[in-house]
């Protein structure tokens, strides 16, 4: 037990359906990230939040969108997705974003499937 | 561009010793971080390097090299349930972490 959850764990959705990812922190931490981890390649990083504003976006399809309305919290939306999309969204946590070298606590992921 | 590379896979024994290297190019260095990750898991934190040197903690030990852009993880005593993916990643110029594609290692009875 890290001290991120998410919900759900599994998800299996098809291209037209609109579903969301959560991630809670009970950690105390400021900054929050949404990670892409597909089979045999690096974790992506696809968004970053640092006291609820967004301050990294590495070009994101829009078919996800982000949303963090406190620091504890932290939304992944989905919509109209594609078979490629199907991988493990991991979200994490750290205490401060800039400035230091701070470790990043993760979830446990959403394993997703898009049909 | 930057890039961190690890061995795919590796198979090891139990009770005996592995060591699993990673090499890395990056704009600027703040630290090498590994964490390790069960299948279906979280990955989560195993050692932080920023100075050069060894840092030891219980069976588990960091190498780092900043002048050869090179760390490895020693795992001794290894058991069974070291089985997982260890994931090496360099915090860069920006405090984004750069990330290895993982090192599956397999241990056998």
């Known amino acids: 037990e890290t001290g991120v959850t998410q919900t759900p764990r599994h998800l299996v959705m098809g291209m037209t359906n609109k579903k969301s990812l959560k991630c809670e922190q009970h950690l105390g931490h400021n900054a929050m990230y949404w990670y892409k981890q597909s089979a045999k390649k690096p974790l992506e990083l696809m968004f970053v939040?640092?006291?609820?504003?967004?301050?990294e976006n590495n070009s994101v399809p829009s078919r996800f969108s982000p949303e963090c309305p406190n620091s504890s919290h932290l939304f992944l939306h989905l919509h109209t997705l594609q078979p490629e999309d199907s991988a493990l969204y991991l979200c994490?946590?750290?205490?401060?974003?800039?400035?230091?070298?701070?470790?990043?606590?993760f979830g446990p992921g959403t394993r997703l499937t898009v049909l | 561009g930057q890039n961190i590379d690890q061995p795919t896979e590796m198979t090891a024994t139990e009770g005996a010793i592995v060591q699993i290297n990673c090499t890395y190019q990056t704009s600027g260095f703040n630290g090498l971080f590994w964490y390790q990750q069960h299948a279906g898991e979280a990955p989560t934190f195993l050692s932080y390097?920023?100075l050069d040197g060894l840092e030891e903690k219980g069976r588990f030990s960091s190498f780092l090299s900043r002048s050869k852009g090179y760390s490895y993880l020693l795992l001794k005593e290894l058991q069974m349930k070291d089985s997982a993916s260890y994931l090496c990643a360099v915090m860069d110029s920006n405090y984004q972490l750069i990330w290895g594609a993982g090192t599956k290692l397999i241990i056998k009875p």
């Open positions: 390097n920023v």
């Open positions: 994490a946590s750290s205490q401060v974003l800039a400035g230091d070298a701070d470790t990043q606590y």
């Open positions: 939040y640092n006291f609820k504003e967004q301050t």
